[in-house]
């Protein structure tokens, strides 16, 4: 959520919805596919993400969309009290969406990195989220994870790799185009902020739509 779905209350202090107070667990982990050799080359490595992972997952959200705050009329603890909150209303989703995903922390260098999150548990996989420190961000590390993400569903018989990009992340989006996805509309719904792509590498999709 973005700030202006916040609103003043009755005394004109700045409101928004709040996230939960104790933060689903992240479900057990099973092995994932093989890293490629692009990856293996690079050093990176997935990790299990777990509880004592949560302050460094918020922290690298509330990094990832503070820009989106420099002109909101809040203070300093204001807006990170929002970021945190945000964080918890989106992992909440993620985790009661995705019961069956896969949780990792990106580490590269014996350091964290990142945090890449996916699910397996249909025929169509999906690339619930990706989402890189700053300084790591330009240099052909997402696109060498969501590369490996597409040759495993392929390996594997899944029908389809798909996500969703906001629709104020244009960059996000270049980015998808040009490792194959497609625009795709996603039946008995449509939303306001983000867009569904899909990949199914060499079947078309032309009129396919999300289950």
Known sequence: MKPDHSHADNNGHM??????SVLKRFPSPRPVPSLSEELRASGIELLPA??????????????S??????TAPWPADRKR????????????????????GDYRL???????????????????WALIDILLAADSRGKGIGSALIRWLQQSAVATGAERLRLHVARDNPRARKLYECLGFLEIPV???????????????NRALAGAQLR
Do not use: C
Not at 65 to 70: G, W
Not at 187 to 201: E, I, R
């Open 15 to 20: 409101t928004w919805p709040r996230g939960p």
């Open 50 to 63: 777990t509880a004592a992972d949560i302050p460094r997952l918020r922290a690298l959200y509330r990094a």
């Open 65 to 70: 969309r503070l820009a989106e705050l420099l």
């Open 81 to 100: 009290a929002f970021l945190d909150d945000q964080f918890a209303l989106q992992h909440d989703h993620f985790l009661k969406v995705y019961r069956k």
């Open 106 to 124: 990106i580490r590269l260098n014996d350091g964290p990195i990142g945090r890449i999150y996916f699910d397996r548990s249909g025929r169509d």
């Open 187 to 201: 039946a008995g719904a449509t939303s306001a902020t983000h867009t569904a792509m899909a990949w199914s590498g």
